[in-house]
């Protein structure tokens, strides 16, 4: 690793070579974890970061100041020795991932840019180098439709009035299935929408499409989700985020290509499973969007044993270099993985209490390491709710992404659930989609319902920690915020209308369901022999 004016490198390729000294609070939690990966000999593609030291400068500058632009391009020119590729080139093109990372992980809450970099000049290089024509134009329909909201702040509904308008006159439902002239239409609304917004053209240029997308992952520090989830959370507002800019690897690229996440045990419950999301033919922030539905370890161990064995290896060996349960992402590329982030996993207090005495057992963590993270936690109070077996016959299916059962209200936005909760009636939170814009409403909510989303999007992660239940996927939902209402399984439901939800079972119910609760006995009298365990001295 280098590090010149608060940047850290990291990643094989660098010249000079690279070493391992970030510290957590200079270089952000995201690539402290990046840089001891690429250290360890994880397969992780290089980067470099700007530290969070830059972040107050940026801000309060109101942009990137000249000498930061000069340090930004000099540790591209650094990025293209390290790949072999050309930021802005014709022949190999190099393209970037723009991505926050503050010193304690904030999932979702910041602003990430993919694909920075492409041109129009990039297309022949991009298809001469993959093979795979559809990607350019994937690519860059995604880069305008990303840039035009995290830059240039146009509102994600209209983006997504385009974007439908563009899918009926193909006959798709879904962006994944357009073909590659779909796609270049699909780009080309984008920067008409882009265009009409803003009054002028979308940026052409990679280094302006780059300084335009560090600037608002610098910004997003202070955005009004960010600030409400440092607010629930008891976190400081001053220490700023890192900006961490890494070379693309696509998981776009055709069907032996894909993205996900997977934590490396159940973070609902503590099991000792794989837990994971993935997509195949997408990139990342499909998954973590909430706005597509995944398949799970039963589906991939089906298409794609090789790689669930591959994971499966590095989630084991990820706890052990980390000590804890981790939360990784991950892309393949034309079959091979590569690894993009990967955190301390958030849990339910149920799964923080299994896998500190499972861990602690395994002797991945010593019983002193295992009895300091349960410290702070009413381990007495400890229980989950499930439903009287029999008492109701369920109204619809879900997947299941937050344990426990609730019950309330419905809810139909954000507003609606936190006026809810302010008049004694905790709502069930019933979108369309899970999304970081709706923490206030989810904080406030008893249980989340969406139509779409998987169980490791950013919302569905910040459910759990939150400990409210959530179910995603639920096929048989339709929902109409225009009109206040909601179909369930045929049936239309309107705000206030009381359902329940079991997040063990995924299953939902019409009205209230008797309920009885569990206390984890068994987990309780292990945490006691741990705590009555002698201490051993070397």
Known sequence: MSRMDGVTRFGVGWPGGVNATATVDAAGNKAWHLVRMAAAGFPVPPGFVLGTGFSRQVIDHGGLPDDLIDLLAAEVRGLEEATGATFGGDRRPLLVSVRSGAAVSMPGMLETVLNVGLGPDARSGLIRSTGYPRLFSDCQARLVRSYAETVAGLPAIDLDRTAASVMARHGVRHEAELDTRGCDDLAAAFRARYRDATGTEFPDDPMEQLVGAVEAVFRSWRSTRAVTYRRLHGLDDAGGTAVIVQAMVFGNRGADSGSGVAFSRNPATGEPELYLDYLADAQGEEVVSGRRSAFGVAELGITAPGLLDELTDTATRLEREFGDAQDFEFTVEAGRLWLLQTRAAKRTAWAALRIAVDLAAEGIIDRRVALDRLAHRDVAAISRTRLTPGSARPLATAIPAGPGVAMGPIALTARAATASA???????????????????????????????GSRTSHAAVVARQLDRTCLVGCDALEVDDDSGHCRLAGIELREGDIITLDGDHGAVYLGSVPTVTERPTDLLARLDELRHEPVTTA
């Open 422 to 452: 302010a008049a004694g009636a905790p709502a069930i939170l019933v979108r369309p989609d899970t999304s970081t814009e709706d923490l206030a409403g989810m904080a406030a909510a008893a249980g989340i319902l969406t139509r779409v």
